[in-house]
């Protein structure tokens, strides 16, 4: 069993495949051929399946321990007929979910149930009396007698009336422990009622079950507490686990006096005898506050209205399209409702977003709750404006901005339009597979020090990183904010977490969050024995007299808890990771001083940026993506999960895939120094192993992104991706690097999907075995150097060359790297301060020992962060890494014109400007003998079109040269004339 635990990182598929796996067994020993040492084998099989299953099944409620207690006495007592038609029945309930209508007695029994709807045809107007309302299970924690539970069960359906809303059965275990295996195993619960009979350690044997058994709470439930006291561990474990549960209490003795002190755990506390039927009403009335969708029900309700529309939007309600003689298509591809809730009101009922009042206010406290944060706000035009909101909220011109350099460009962009001086973070690079990692702290807290000592920590406002990156790097979010905020205890963090709305509804993902982490330090720092720690960390380095910078660097640091202000914002892509209309994007707040501090420049940089028609579709889907995750997004972020884990394990362990290609592991994408776990694998090692990695870790890795290196196929990632993936088979994914693609499994992801991929590399992989075997030796001798340079030639990656003098600031004790970019932005928009360089011609300006400076930010896409942004110098790495790009999409390079950059005279007179002395750090324009010729001409606006005779003559070589940006490491001979570039012979060759 602890082998099969160990295989998946949750146990629904565990379930499920021995249920399969017990009905195939089932249905083979009762066969008429079935005799002998053949009878004996399938009996074994099946005695071991329910052996596994004994150990799952007390914490469902179907197919519930008395109808599996009887399939039990069946199999023991040899009735294989009615054992194997038993559990054909559960499969089959199972498999196609018709348990959950309520009837458990008659679940599975109907063939109709193994085809599902068609989800063209699904119909959400009907009463609830006459559609299957939606299930969900409750967990009861108390002793009780077989004969206890059965009654229990059955006066909780003789509540049941035609017109509820829901139907729920119940899960009963006797135990503490038991019941935290319960809520991290059982995807079904939404509540949970904790009585006074408990026993704080279970009965059964729960080695089998060890990854999930929490023993830290084990032992703080000791027989020598009181109920009350167990209730209330319980209650604040299963909160920190499932914050979405509704906690009940129920008692006998002084229920008053209880509901007083351990009220704030629980929803509601009830006396045992006079409650029964009042907690039932209120576990319905609970699920309830959590399904309602204020702003999607209003919509709903005004698309039924007739209505006569005399100012805006002729296609409200379809009407500019049912009329037409030409585009009724349109409703037949969409369906009409999508019309009939178009609206340009504000009144009626539907709420302005811009001052909402209504059912978008109340859907934004719900979303709010939901994802654990003080306000949230919805966004429709994607996580990019949300960065410029909470950015242009925050940042005064002139203020410093610690900014990951790897961001994404949103982020660049809002430190222009706020005036934001901004000081880049390095992350560590991984050359190996040309893609950078995340910021470690030593190098955050290494500038804020650097700020420091230059007397500059008064200007510093906020840090922004992304969580998690790309590629599925995470941060220790909480241990980031902790140390910075022992050094700058009013800074504020933006985390982006546009990839990352989703682990919000994971227990162990949810540590690593914003808002988790925000809401745990503001609880630490209120705790008096956190207090007693940093007085004693005080007494301590005053005792050992260190305090220098290096010693600050290397120790884990704590804040002054009466200093310290937690000031968070996390800005989330919803409809990248989870249900919502593409640009749904949400901003969450945990702010201290918000209401205070920023709540009137928040609200006009959300002004300033939210459109005044905002698209009312995609605040519905916002509004029901929330609903789905606060009911169902446990089960739906294990699935996630558990199919990523089934496609890392199809690929490794495929003797064909295996050897062109491998799922990169932890260790391949966090250096050992940032792993004190020293797990190198803690995905496929247990559910424990991860939690010890995610708890010890300065980074970890999601394991929903699996990274598949490909050097070994010697293709490059875009071509892997264009060619083979999305051309051939449809599969789309988004990044690649050199040498690897990156999958991504989400919550719409399913088991069939997965298999189709493995299916589709193996096929990519069995025509490059044949391929190779046919190869002739010439082929073969190229195809092995395109291996050798994927895999065995790392091309090192650029680090931050850093801006210009003329675009820092020179105030302060000491130096310090931050640059003003939006003064290096607004400089180029005369045109007479700008040129076009084409790569070599900057290789020469810098072989003479001149700096070149962006005028513009250039940013391949994806993954969309800027490799240059304006008023940075240019570097021979970053020329370079731009030659080695396979990324097509690079906005702010044209290739038929170069880098725009500033003229020496600009830079001359923005260093004079800056106060400069002439001719300082290079600045001078140079002398005629180094001089290059560059395009002067305004060039086209789309990157890389060619629109006839605005665009210039390109040679024929390379048109059929390499299609990389930038060109040779060789410089070509200057051009022949103003408007004709020629190409050397040197860049045939590429890089």
Same mark, same amino acid.
């Given at each position: 069993?602890?082998?099969?635990?160990?295989?998946?990182?949750?146990? %629904?598929?565990?379930?499920?495949?021995?249920?399969?796996?017990?009905?195939?067994?089932?249905?083979?020993?009762?066969?008429?051929?079935?005799?002998?040492?053949?009878?004996?084998?399938?009996?074994?099989?099946?005695?071991?399946?329910? *052996?596994?299953?004994?150990?799952?099944?007390?914490?469902?409620?179907?197919?519930?321990?008395?109808?599996?207690?009887?399939?039990?006495?069946?199999?023991?007592?040899?009735?294989?007929?009615?054992?194997?038609?038993?559990? *054909?029945?559960?499969?089959?309930?199972?498999?196609?979910?018709?348990?959950?209508?309520?009837?458990?007695?008659?679940?599975?029994?109907?063939?109709?149930?193994?085809?599902?709807?068609?989800?063209?045809?699904?119909?959400?107007?009907?009463? $609830?009396?006459?559609?299957?309302?939606?299930?969900?299970?409750?967990?009861?924690?108390?002793?009780?007698?077989?004969?206890?539970?059965?009654?229990?069960?059955?006066?909780?359906?003789?509540?049941?009336?035609?017109?509820?809303?829901?139907?729920?059965?119940?899960?009963?275990?006797?135990?503490?422990?038991?019941?935290?295996?319960?809520?991290?195993?059982?995807?079904?619960?939404?509540?949970?009622?904790?009585?006074?009979?408990?026993?704080?350690?279970?009965?059964?044997?729960?080695?089998?079950?060890?990854?999930?058994?929490?023993?830290?709470?084990?032992?703080?439930?000791?027989?020598?507490?009181?109920?009350?006291?167990?209730?209330?561990?319980?209650?604040?474990?299963?909160?920190?686990?499932?914050?979405?549960?509704?906690?009940?209490?129920?008692?006998?003795?002084?229920? +008053?006096?209880?509901?007083?002190?351990?009220?704030?755990?629980?929803?509601?506390?009830?006396?045992?005898?006079?409650?029964?039927?009042?907690?039932?009403?209120? /576990?319905?009335?609970?699920?309830?506050?959590?399904?309602?969708?204020?702003?999607?029900?209003?919509?709903?309700?005004?698309?039924?209205? &007739?209505?006569?529309?005399?100012?805006?939007?002729?296609?409200?309600?379809?009407?500019?399209?049912?009329?037409?003689?030409?585009?009724?298509?349109?409703?037949?591809?969409?369906?009409?409702?999508?019309?009939?809730?178009?609206?340009?009101?504000?009144?009626?009922?539907?709420?302005?977003?811009?001052?909402?009042?209504?059912?978008?206010?109340?859907?934004?406290?719900?979303?709010?709750?939901?994802?654990?944060?003080?306000?949230?706000?919805?966004?429709?035009?994607?996580?990019?404006?949300?960065?410029?909101?909470?950015?242009?909220?925050?940042?005064?011109?002139?203020?410093?901005?610690?900014?990951?350099?790897?961001?994404?460009?949103?982020?660049?962009?809002?430190?222009?339009?706020?005036?934001?001086?901004?000081?880049?973070?390095?992350?560590?690079?991984?050359?190996?597979?040309?893609?950078?990692?995340?910021?470690?702290?030593?190098?955050?807290?290494?500038?804020?020090?650097?700020?420091?000592?230059?007397?500059?920590?008064?200007?510093?406002?906020?840090?922004?990183?992304?969580?998690?990156?790309?590629?599925?790097?995470?941060?220790?979010?909480?241990?980031?904010?902790?140390?910075?905020?022992?050094?700058?205890?009013?800074?504020?963090?933006?985390?982006?977490?546009? %990839?990352?709305?989703?682990?919000?509804?994971?227990?162990?993902?949810?540590?690593?969050?914003?808002?988790?982490?925000?809401?745990?330090?503001?609880?630490?720092?209120?705790?008096?024995?956190?207090?007693?720690?940093?007085?004693?960390?005080?007494?301590?380095?005053?005792?050992?007299?260190?305090?220098?910078?290096?010693?600050?660097?290397?120790?884990?640091?704590?804040?002054?808890?009466?200093?310290?202000?937690?000031?968070?914002?996390?800005?989330?892509?919803?409809?990248?990771?989870?249900?919502?209309?593409?640009?749904?994007?949400?901003?969450?707040?945990?702010?201290?001083?918000?209401?205070?501090?920023?709540?009137?420049?928040?609200?006009?940089?959300?002004?300033?940026?939210?459109?005044?028609?905002?698209?009312?579709?995609?605040?519905?889907?916002?509004?029901?993506?929330?609903?789905?995750?606060?009911?169902?997004?446990?089960?739906?972020?294990?699935?996630?999960?558990?199919?990523?884990?089934?496609?890392?394990?199809?690929?490794?362990?495929?003797?064909?895939?295996?050897?062109?290609?491998?799922?990169?592991?932890?260790?391949?994408?966090?250096?050992?120094?940032?792993? &004190?776990?020293?797990?190198?694998?803690?995905?496929?090692? *247990?559910?424990?192993?991860?939690?010890?990695?995610?708890?010890?870790?300065?980074?970890?890795?999601?394991?929903?992104?699996?990274?598949?290196?490909?050097?070994?196929?010697?293709?490059?990632?875009?071509?892997?991706?264009?060619?083979?993936?999305?051309?051939?088979?449809?599969?789309?994914?988004?990044?690649?690097?050199?040498?690897?693609?990156?999958?991504?499994?989400?919550?719409?992801?399913?088991?069939?999907?997965?298999?189709?991929?493995?299916?589709?590399?193996?096929?990519?992989?069995?025509?490059?075995?044949?391929?190779?075997?046919?190869?002739?030796?010439?082929?073969?001798?190229?195809?092995?150097?395109?291996?050798?340079?994927?895999? +065995?030639?790392?091309?090192?990656?650029?680090?931050?060359?850093?801006?210009?003098?003329?675009?820092?600031?020179?105030?302060?004790?000491?130096?310090?790297? !931050?640059?003003?970019?939006?003064?290096?932005?607004?400089?180029?928009?005369?045109?007479?301060?700008?040129?076009?360089?084409? *790569?070599?011609?900057?290789?020469?300006?810098?072989?003479?020992?001149?700096?070149?400076?962006?005028?513009?930010?250039?940013?391949?896409?994806?993954?969309?962060?800027?490799?240059?942004?304006?008023?940075?110098?240019?570097?021979?790495? /970053?020329?370079?890494?731009?030659?080695?790009?396979?990324?097509?999409?690079?906005?702010?390079?044209?290739?038929?014109?170069?880098?725009?950059?500033?003229?020496?005279?600009?830079?001359?007179?923005?260093?004079?400007?800056?106060?400069?002395?002439?001719?300082?750090?290079?600045?001078?324009?140079?002398?005629?003998?180094?001089?290059?010729?560059?395009?002067?001409?305004?060039?086209?606006?789309?990157?890389?079109?060619?629109?006839?005779?605005?665009?210039? !003559?390109?040679?024929?070589?390379?048109?059929?040269?390499?299609?990389?940006?930038?060109?040779?490491?060789?410089?070509?001979?200057?051009?022949?004339? &103003?408007?004709?570039?020629?190409?050397? $012979?040197?860049?045939?060759?590429?890089?």
């Amino acid at each position: 069993m602890t082998e099969h635990l160990r295989a998946y990182n949750s146990l %629904w598929q565990v379930r499920s495949d021995s249920w399969c796996r017990l009905e195939e067994a089932a249905d083979r020993l009762t066969r008429p051929s079935t005799t002998g040492a053949l009878k004996e084998k399938w009996a074994n099989a099946c005695r071991e399946l329910l *052996g596994r299953l004994s150990t799952l099944e007390p914490y469902w409620a179907y197919p519930g321990s008395p109808q599996f207690a009887r399939l039990q006495r069946l199999f023991a007592a040899g009735s294989y007929d009615k054992f194997a038609q038993t559990v *054909g029945q559960v499969n089959r309930a199972l498999t196609t979910e018709s348990y959950r209508s309520g009837d458990v007695d008659n679940a599975g029994t109907d063939d109709l149930d193994m085809f599902p709807s068609d989800p063209r045809q699904l119909v959400e107007h009907q009463p $609830a009396s006459q559609r299957d309302r939606p299930y969900f299970e409750v967990l009861v924690v108390e002793k009780m007698t077989e004969d206890q539970e059965r009654a229990l069960r059955s006066e909780v359906r003789k509540w049941r009336r035609p017109d509820d809303e829901f139907v729920y059965e119940l899960v009963v275990v006797s135990s503490g422990d038991e019941a935290l295996i319960a809520a991290r195993l059982n995807v079904n619960l939404q509540a949970v009622v904790i009585r006074r009979r408990f026993s704080h350690q279970s009965t059964r044997d729960l080695s089998a079950l060890s990854e999930f058994v929490d023993t830290e709470v084990s032992n703080e439930l000791a027989d020598h507490q009181t109920p009350e006291e167990r209730a209330q561990i319980l209650a604040v474990s299963l909160s920190n686990l499932r914050p979405e549960l509704d906690l009940y209490l129920m008692t006998e003795i002084d229920v +008053e006096d209880i509901a007083g002190r351990l009220g704030q755990y629980f929803r509601r506390v009830f006396h045992a005898r006079e409650g029964m039927l009042e907690l039932h009403l209120s /576990i319905l009335h609970g699920v309830a506050a959590r399904y309602r969708t204020p702003f999607f029900s209003a919509l709903k309700q005004y698309s039924h209205r &007739p209505t006569g529309v005399f100012h805006a939007l002729p296609i409200s309600q379809g009407k500019s399209i049912v009329n037409s003689h030409w585009i009724k298509d349109m409703v037949g591809f969409y369906g009409l409702d999508v019309f009939m809730a178009e609206t340009s009101a504000t009144c009626g009922g539907l709420d302005s977003l811009l001052e909402p009042t209504g059912p978008l206010r109340e859907a934004q406290q719900l979303a709010g709750q939901a994802y654990g944060s003080r306000h949230t706000y919805f966004v429709t035009n994607g996580t990019s404006t949300a960065n410029k909101i909470v950015t242009q909220a925050l940042v005064a011109p002139g203020d410093i901005v610690l900014l990951d350099r790897n961001c994404h460009q949103s982020h660049h962009y809002g430190m222009m339009l706020a005036g934001a001086n901004v000081v880049y973070l390095e992350a560590y690079s991984l050359n190996e597979y040309s893609m950078y990692g995340a910021v470690p702290l030593r190098e955050i807290k290494s500038k804020l020090l650097a700020l420091k000592r230059a007397g500059k920590l008064n200007r510093v406002k906020m840090m922004s990183l992304t969580n998690c990156t790309f590629d599925g790097i995470v941060y220790d979010v909480e241990r980031v904010m902790e140390e910075c905020l022992a050094i700058k205890p009013d800074l504020v963090f933006l985390w982006d977490e546009a %990839w990352f709305a989703f682990a919000r509804f994971h227990p162990v993902y949810r540590t690593r969050t914003a808002m988790a982490a925000a809401r745990a330090l503001r609880e630490r720092l209120q705790d008096p024995d956190y207090r007693r720690r940093y007085e004693e960390s005080l007494a301590g380095e005053g005792a050992a007299g260190k305090t220098d910078d290096e010693d600050l660097l290397e120790r884990r640091l704590i804040p002054d808890p009466a200093r310290a202000r937690v000031r968070v914002y996390a800005t989330q892509s919803t409809h990248k990771t989870l249900t919502a209309l593409r640009q749904g994007s949400m901003i969450h707040v945990f702010d201290q001083d918000f209401d205070q501090k920023v709540a009137e420049p928040f609200h006009e940089a959300y002004m300033a940026h939210t459109s005044t028609s905002p698209n009312y579709q995609i605040l519905a889907s916002l509004d029901l993506g929330r609903r789905q995750v606060a009911l169902e997004g446990v089960e739906l972020v294990q699935r996630q999960i558990e199919n990523a884990m089934q496609l890392r394990d199809a690929i490794d362990n495929h003797p064909l895939l295996s050897k062109y290609m491998r799922c990169l592991r932890t260790s391949d994408l966090i250096p050992e120094r940032y792993r &004190p776990s020293a797990i190198a694998q803690p995905l496929r090692s *247990g559910l424990r192993n991860m939690m010890a990695a995610w708890d010890q870790d300065e980074f970890v890795l999601d394991p929903s992104r699996i990274t598949l290196f490909i050097g070994h196929t010697g293709y490059d990632g875009d071509t892997f991706k264009r060619q083979q993936l999305m051309d051939r088979y449809g599969i789309q994914i988004n990044k690649t690097s050199r040498n690897s693609v990156l999958f991504m499994t989400n919550i719409g992801t399913t088991r069939s999907s997965v298999a189709f991929l493995v299916e589709v590399l193996v096929n990519i992989a069995r025509e490059l075995d044949q391929n190779i075997s046919e190869m002739s030796l010439g082929e073969r001798e190229q195809f092995e150097r395109a291996v050798f340079r994927l895999t +065995e030639m790392p091309l090192p990656l650029p680090d931050f060359s850093g801006f210009h003098p003329a675009f820092m600031d020179h105030s302060g004790s000491k130096p310090t790297p !931050e640059g003003d970019v939006r003064r290096g932005f607004y400089l180029s928009y005369d045109d007479t301060n700008c040129e076009y360089l084409r *790569g070599e011609q900057i290789d020469e300006k810098l072989d003479a020992g001149y700096e070149v400076v962006s005028a513009t930010f250039v940013t391949p896409y994806p993954p969309g962060f800027p490799v240059l942004v304006p008023g940075q110098v240019f570097s021979r790495e /970053i020329l370079q890494f731009m030659r080695d790009l396979d990324t097509p999409e690079i906005h702010g390079y044209l290739p038929n014109f170069g880098y725009r950059v500033y003229t020496d005279k600009a830079v001359e007179i923005a260093s004079a400007s800056a106060g400069l002395p002439p001719n300082g750090h290079g600045s001078a324009a140079p002398p005629a003998t180094a001089r290059t010729k560059s395009s002067k001409r305004k060039p086209p606006r789309r990157g890389g079109s060619d629109d006839g005779g605005s665009v210039p !003559e390109i040679g024929q070589e390379e048109l059929i040269g390499q299609q990389v940006p930038g060109d040779a490491v060789s410089p070509a001979p200057p051009p022949t004339g &103003p408007d004709v570039v020629e190409v050397g $012979a040197a860049e045939l060759t590429g890089p």
